[in-house]
């Protein structure tokens, strides 16, 4: 029974073609992206680009159960292994400069936020959690504001009415990446409600990225954290105090 | 040239039926919704409503500036004008029983905001304006939660992200009405994200209306508090002090 | 193989992070809602609600048939489940203030209608349902107004076109709160249609939840009738006669 | 200043293709939709259209100010003019066989009603309006259910939230078509949230068309109409007695 | 393990309501909606429905696979089981009285266009498919025109561009039904299209049902098409020919 | 009154930057899309390109009344202008080499499919109208056939539902583009309608551009219909005969 | 158990219509869609159309897995299967016309993308893949460009923001036909969001198929391609060299 | 003619409640959204902001044609209006720190990045515009890429099929803002498209802002930009050579 020739040029691994080039073009290795690969895959993928980069961290999302425990049998030790947010992390995760303050409205939302959380630290920023201080229970997020105006930037992450970017935006001045959930019941619309919540807020300032891509708001919250942490170092200005 | 003939059956004022009746049936006249009618008829039908409502005020709503202008000639002092909420009323308000707080985001939610209360007051319950505490600036919310407690029912009213009831959600155990504007710019979609917002507020008990419908919201929030009120009057209990 | 460290800060169970003092707070305890969640989370969590509140029931909504069977195992007579409703209440039901008549279009309704009524009846209120009174066959719905109208609230249900508050918005007086569901085929949008039919409701004075919402439409109710029945008390009124 | 040739190959009347041949191959002269057409064009092709059929009417629907106004002024007592429909007939009537009855929700449901009624008339069938008979006060619909009951067809025309269909559909046996309209305000959404509605109906047996298309409606109930009232007087059948 | 008690009201058979005397009220029994229902559920509404019209078929739709199973294995020969279009019917069918033609697109809309088919014949008029004539091979269609023309009432059902009404609307004048189906792949929006396409058809004439509704449209159908059989025999008029 | 500084780097004419060189990137020049700029500046974009083409024709599209009229003033018979399609050409046609065939559904769809045929011409093909082939009188569209089959590319523009690709393609074996309208009434949806049906046309082969896009569906046209035509040239090989 | 009589007239293998003259009507054979339907039934309408079509290919697209082993288990070494792209073609490929490029962005792209390859080739025309050179990476597209151009029609095939034929349009003057697929995450509509931005791109003269259509942008420019490269045969001219 | 009374409670200027201590809590003075407002209450409002803040400037957006003609009327040289974006700034700029790079598709695009030029600069940092480098002409937009990566922030503005971001995305390291516009025709859905592209965006790290919301990525870029200028100059770093 013959197949059709592999005439497609980019054949390393038989399935996928691996970019172990792309830290020296952009500065960050590439990152898979697990959901709709196999097990197998994933593993092997991740294990040529731990090769390729022997002294920094390379990081699977969306990495569902079976992807999870096939890293866990095949990378060990070697890899650190996040189930809630489905990340695979391989090799020593760079220091960090700079520091991102990820800020979720509920405990459903913390899959998504703890993607977010591994992304920044990969792409070398630091990143700290700030949990279950959804806008039902102001007190909650008051008690924490020292906290999160200690960041370089604030990841603000909610899903259903997504109103935690407003309320956090009329609270602090640093720069605020606004990060919506799928998570709701009844008509929440896969994430459509918040998305379209964060994008009309009324406190000037938030910008916004796709539902549920805790990836996305990593890279860019890194990128700007990593610039204004090493400035920072650069004219010994200490940080500002961490709550 | 002629006309169809008028084979319709209901020509009490020739372009209208004016159910004069209905208070009878419902407890409240009937309303004219003035939005696409001839100012002529708004006039008209305000006034035939007057005559058969000679104790109470009857109510026209969406009356834009032809039909002000009409109403204030026409009508002279008897007719209490809200330029800024389209409404027209004629005759003596109601005794006020029991109290609605209309709580709204911002300056521009006014004429909703304005349309609600003369809708609450003509339907026979107090009502009272807080304006221009949106989530963007909590203090200003926080500074006026005495008053929004005092009130039997409140009502929310919020565009853009349409945040506000969730908020207020988590502050107030009074029954809550989210009222959604179509305030907003860029693609805040006719109203849309805030309804959704308030339908998917993380706050549980708060009930929604349809986008501008201060009306509605006014309507079912002066049933609630004619209750309230009512049987706080017959228990001979103070209302709750007014902030 | 290393996990994340729990760096989130909030780890009571492990899994989720149990708010024992809520009631203290807002006057109800927290509700858990159980879909995403494992069974044996499910029943850690009630366990430990219900001991932080020994005398008042404590409530897990959108239960599947697992989660249903755990809490059967593990909880047994203490536990109260509806299955159709995927509820479970363990702890004495308040004693009902005030009544609220849910009323639902048809048996596909039932689930809905269903957790509206354990929602009610945990928060303190009393509950009947009134079912199968669709509009498709009117003699039905007329046949049970007199009950309708003995409540303090109606909350109407129905899918498919959800014409139901409409045409009760005409019949009763009593605040109405409009729950739509989700039942429906062909191209019913996953109950929009009946949701947007409510929000255009040509009777005024009705107020609606979210889609299959019935949590949310019983805790609103539940609000309001309490005060309601509590006044009524007060004034020594007796309630209206109960068909 | 030259124009591009006329290379269009249908050039009756210079910016339109007049089709006098329809009758002859579908038994109803062609009609014209006047929106977007300019008033003299829809006078002009209206004169042809009456010059091509002597003996009956033909018809011009959608016909603004302008467009009725030199209709009144250039065809003068030939034309039966309705402004409220924006309908336009010049010739005799045929002699009705069979009769609609169209059955209208609100005053704000008359123009596109009227253009119903008036397009059934044209196309052979007798037409009977019942008007300001909304779900929201049934005992006005019951009251008129012998004249609906007696018609061989019905139309239900309704907008906002488009229940009238389904009310209907569980009072008569009739064939039922429900023509919802672009009525509403809020987040109507131009109707079609009455156009769901009506699809989604739980009363069986309805059939649906486009919103606001009172000339669709009116053509589908004539051709129903037409065969029936036909049959009957073959058969010698007296018609169901007119309330 | 306490269940809630049984405070519905309905309990015939303990899950469902079976509505026995909707024959007498609306001249036809009630039709069983299966999806969502249990097998055992089906066979013991549809047994009880059969007890109660012993001299007339009853029906039951959107049979799944276990639900066919069922009803095989208790109902034996009394059943006429549709595998394809999920029907089963037990007893009689009526005498025919009229004709439908039931015109399907493709082979992909069969299931259904034999739900409308057998939904026509349980309603007491006769029907006929028509298949595998979609308008990507017009020749199909034109050699069957004259078994189209020869029905009372035409059902056209149509997935992916839904233009089949179109194209019959232009060729037939007999009262014309469009059925959208949901057949597609890629946006085609589970029928939407079809759907939208049928709605906006520049065929005066065709009304149109839910997608998928071939239930519907059978019922519709059949009740127009059983009036002009019954006035044509009542006339002795011989029906058109028959292809 | 100070106006921002000229920083934009783009000033050519002050209010646009017309790009000059654009056809010996690319093949054809700059086509200047005249919706939302003002009458003069039309003229005056038009003036410089037509200046740096003396030798072959340049375009604008989209040109409303007073641009046309702009345009006849200022450019007099130098400007061919179709006030239909809101096209304005400057300087002679090219040689056409191909044929495109623009089948257009309705006389509504014209002012697109003019505009289609004009930047066919003006792109340097052959273009020709067949119009009013509606599907709703399918005689009309099969007597023009043999026209359409002589062309090298068959470009099919309709509105309402779109169907006229999908008959066309059951017809044709040559490339066809389907350019859908925005012509419609009820909820026609501003051309979504047509689009959507386009795209899911039972007859494979068919591609589509954007609704009214009548110059985006030329552009297309005209690069296969100049292959093909210059290499039928070269082959010394008659085109097909034409109707 | 009876079953419903076979009346619908089109039986040839039971279950499924056998189109065995399409290919003299359209000049290629039908082609199966394997989507829903059995395996088995798959492999009996690919015999019976190759015995119908014994010199040249038929072909079946969007076989799942067990299709694709029944195939490979009954027609053995006859089969061409290509598991990602989920075709199976039989018998052998015409001998190629006219070239055809592929370019897909990224490697989730690449089933859309070999289904479009593989149709290509059956219907006549040859066909190469250049994958993996999406505009995040534009040094890679660019190193391609000469393959690219070499072709006589691109298909550009890409999912998430679809922005490959916009950047493809501004770069090579060839027919171009863009082909989005669902590729993304987060909101992105199921390939929504690639096909609104194809319809909108700033580049003119592509044209859009449906949303994962692999097949049918294949058929569409097969049609081109064949065309092109038999005149350029003809004309006894070269193709473009190949990169 | 009575009005209501003033009861709302914030009316320092009649009809607006201007915030004079918002640079006090959050930096920034509060701008005025001039949308909506008439023409005097814009000058008023600027005029009492600027009273509030005499050493730095304050900003009106969103200000149509008389907008800006009262404000040049009223307050002359003391206002720089930019007609193209509809702001007005009264008072001086801010010394800049840091800079952000405004990159423009389109001349369509202008407006929108206009608006976020000045906002940026009446935020305090420096801003450069770089217009016309849509993805139609790449080369364009690399002859600029010194130009771009010079910046602290950049800015991507494009309407259309939004691609901008993405091509920028893969070409530069820098915080990318991306900023869809409503420019478009056929069904770009105003603006829908391009922000749907840019959220799915293939190239990480962009984050986005609402349609034409040259305000909110204005101060987003700004607040960015601040902080990384001015630290920049504590560690006495030279910016990037500028192009």
């Excluded at 796709?210 to 170092?233: E, P, Q, S």
Aim: glycine share 10%.
């Amino acid at each position: 029974m013959p197949i059709l020739p592999p005439d497609t040029g980019f054949a390393d691994l038989g399935f996928a073609c691996v970019d172990t080039a792309r830290a020296a073009r952009t500065g960050d290795p590439e990152v898979v992206f697990a959901q709709g690969k196999r097990p197998h895959e994933v593993v092997a993928i991740l294990r040529r680009l731990a090769e390729a980069h022997p002294d920094r961290a390379v990081l699977a999302t969306r990495c569902q159960e079976e992807a999870v425990l096939a890293c866990a049998d095949s990378l060990g030790d070697r890899a650190t292994i996040d189930r809630v947010a489905g990340t695979v992390v391989v090799g020593p995760l760079p220091a960090p400069v700079g520091r991102v303050a990820v800020v979720a409205a509920g405990t459903s939302d913390l899959d998504v936020a703890r993607e977010c959380l591994t992304t920044v630290r990969v792409h070398g920023a630091g990143a700290d959690l700030v949990s279950d201080v959804g806008i039902a229970g102001l007190h909650r997020l008051l008690a924490r504001l020292d906290d999160i105006r200690a960041a370089d930037v604030v990841v603000a992450v909610a899903g259903m009415e997504g109103a935690l970017p407003s309320v956090l935006g009329g609270l602090v001045a640093t720069p605020l990446i606004a990060l919506p959930t799928s998570v709701g019941y009844g008509l929440s619309m896969d994430g459509l409600t918040a998305l379209l919540a964060m994008l009309n807020s009324c406190s000037p300032g938030a910008t916004v990225v796709n539902v549920d891509n805790g990836y996305g708001a990593g890279v860019a919250a890194a990128r700007i954290a990593r610039t204004v942490g090493a400035l920072r170092a650069a004219a010994q200005i200490a940080p500002p105090a961490h709550g």
